[in-house]
């Protein structure tokens, strides 16, 4: 099975800050990498889809990088309403990151 | 608009069963494949099960295996789970969720509210 390791588990950062969440397969993915936005007591709701396209009506600050190993979920200014556990999915064979929960500081 | 609507879910005691239902409205339903997720209290997700849009290919987890059951009536626009010989460790929030198939791999969305399972003597 392929593993999925997301850091930071949690971060506290300002409003207007760069947030960066990182997620590392145990192998190669190519390009089958997703990312979810959960917010308190909601379901997850799909963010970006194949590393870097932004599903319809997400807001422009959040984009997708990376291939391979190493993929990055960029907040470019944080927002309040981003307070939420972000996970991201490989889509080989589904298996999701531990999850990385953004606070405001 | 695409909605998801999961029932089905409650309290059972170990060993028990239980049936789940997804009612798929404002899509094609008998075009997608579809999957359950699940997640634990405080917990990350867990995908469970995923069946193709004319049931040919079936997958579960390996946790569920031989004890849930993924199926679905396209001509009621439906998706179930039965559940069988539940433990402790199945207690989780169930999520039914639409395979998205999108250029460069699928996806998940949309996802339903989910219906809480309690497996507890």
């Known amino acids: 099975d392929i593993q999925m390791t997301q850091s930071p588990s949690s971060l506290s950062a300002s409003i207007g800050d760069r947030v960066t969440i990182t997620c590392r397969p145990s192998q190669s993915i190519g390009s089958y990498l997703n990312w979810y936005q959960q917010k308190p007591g909601k379901a997850p709701k799909l963010l970006i889809y194949a590393v870097s396209s932004l599903q319809s009506g997400v807001p422009s600050r959040f984009s997708g990088s990376g291939s391979g190993t190493e993929f990055t979920l960029t907040i470019s200014s944080l927002q309040p309403e981003d307070v939420a556990t972000y996970y991201c999915q490989q889509s080989y064979s589904t298996t999701f990151g531990g999850g990385t929960k953004v606070e405001i500081k | 608009d695409v909605q998801l609507v999961e029932s089905g879910g409650g309290l059972v005691k170990p060993g028990g069963s239980l049936r789940l239902s997804c009612a798929a409205s404002?899509?094609?339903?008998?075009?997608?494949?579809m999957n359950w997720i699940r997640q634990a209290p405080g917990k990350g997700l867990e995908w469970v099960s995923f069946i193709t849009s004319t049931s040919d290919y079936i997958y579960y987890a390996d946790s569920v295996k031989g004890r849930f059951t993924i199926s679905r009536d396209n001509a009621k626009n439906s998706l179930y789970l039965q559940m069988n010989s539940l433990r402790a460790e199945d207690t989780a929030m169930y999520y039914c969720?639409?395979?998205?198939?999108?250029?460069?791999?699928?996806?998940?969305?949309?996802w339903g509210q989910g219906t809480l399972v309690t497996v507890s003597s």
């Open positions: 404002g899509f094609t339903f008998n075009t997608y494949s």
């Open positions: 969720v639409r395979d998205y198939s999108a250029s460069g791999g699928d996806a998940l969305d949309p």
